[in-house]
């Protein structure tokens, strides 16, 4: 009976946040500066009614929306695997300098540095290369402990001066289309981008749930996961490996979007059972956050558009800071 109460309100958290991501996503496409009537949005997304409405849905603002989704529930989901990896929740993507590291390889490729890759491959280069060397400096504490941040914060400190670089040293119009993967935007994402990043989505997330039972032993101590069967190397290494992927793709399409990694998997822990990693719940949250902080820079000061990394960094600081002076701060458990 204890376990089917826990799978109910697992489901109902799920059901609640898939309810809020599709709200916010249909607001997304009605509102702006053409405003499209919830009633006639339907009929613009299957490309009927008034043509002004079907351009503005189909054209510009659903591959946003879209792009807007993948990305913030990759970043959450990335996010989600690596404080449970770490039993850290501050050990996300962007603070532990894997955002960065991808950014620095994505605007490598865009600002012709004789790198010919496309910015997906690069980003993704990039991710592996920060996690690589995180671990690395971490030594024998391995993702465990404050070592793996401290460390991460140098790699990410160090990946975005070489960014900054990279921009100073070409043409305006290189730095120009590069700008976008420093701060954080879904403006003009490239339809291929997106396209790989849904299926290294879906693949990150099978995954993922494939580990989930493994995971969930994470969040005891390691000789309790082992006595348990976990193959803690293994369900650790996989884990990070998803996070990668995830990160790496995501960065390549909207650039380093902070804080979703740190406030999606929080909200899902808090409507989700206790004792399970929410990892569709952290999924669902990420993509709402994420639509919904592109709209409030949309429409805050229109028509000047806000970044959406500028937004969900001004609402995730505080709640960082909030986590950083609270005295549990240090772990999942």
Known sequence: MSELLIQHRNIAANLVLAATLSLAMAMALALGTVSVPLDGLWDALLGQGNAMHRFVVQELRLPRVLAGALTGAAFALAGCLMQTVARNRLATPGIIGIDNAATAFAVASVVGTGISLAPSAMALGGAATATALAFGLAGANGTRGYRFIIAGLGIGAIAGATTQVMLSRVAIDAANAAFPWTVGSLNARSATAVSVLAVGLVTGWIAALLLGPSLNTLQFSDPVAINL??????????????????????????????????????????????????????????????????????????PLELPVGLITAIVGAPYLIWILVKPSSRSLT
């Open 229 to 302: 069967g976990t193959q803690l190397k293994r369900v650790r290494t996989l884990s990070l490996a998803c996070a990668v992927l995830l990160t790496g793709l995501a960065v390549a399409v909207a650039g380093p979007v902070g804080m979703i990694a740190l406030l999606a998997p929080e909200l899902a822990r808090a409507l989700s059972r206790p004792g399970r990693v929410p990892l569709t719940a952290s999924a669902l949250a990420g993509a709402g956050f994420m639509v919904t902080a592109d709209l409030a820079g949309r429409l805050l000061l229109a």
